[in-house]
Nanobody, 127 residues
């Protein structure tokens, strides 16, 4: 049974920082793409950031580019999302997800392309 468990969410003021972490268990993940998505109330789940199999490629939504950084540790089966210069519009439930990689540099950005999901962690940014 694959489990993805997120941590690190919370309440911070605009301009602040948070670091989200996601740990995988149940199998050893190799050749996978990791990603973070988020879902605000009343909105669809949207792609935030992704990182390829060996970490050679990262891909960010335009709304977070330059503020968020995704990283992975294959030995530990973990992926992190460093979020800086947070804005109220970043408020959402953040989910990590993982999918089998088809190519070493591939990063997918659609929800249907990801096979396993965490339960989500709430991030709230106050103005």
């Amino acid at each position: 049974q694959v489990q993805l468990i997120e941590s690190g969410g919370g309440l911070v003021q605009a301009g602040g920082s948070l670091r989200l972490s996601c740990a995988a268990s149940g199998r050893t993940f190799v050749n996978v793409v990791w990603a973070w998505f988020r879902q605000a109330p009343g909105a669809e789940r949207e792609f935030v950031a992704g990182i390829s199999w060996r970490g050679l490629t990262t891909y960010y939504a335009d709304s977070v580019k330059g503020r968020f950084t995704i990283s992975r540790d294959n030995a530990k089966n973990t992926v992190d999302l460093q979020m800086n210069s947070l804005k109220p519009e970043d408020t959402a439930v953040y989910y990590c997800a993982v999918a089998m990689a088809r190519r070493p540099t591939e990063v997918m950005s659609q929800t249907y392309e990801y096979e396993h999901w965490g339960q989500g962690t709430q991030v709230t940014i106050s103005s």
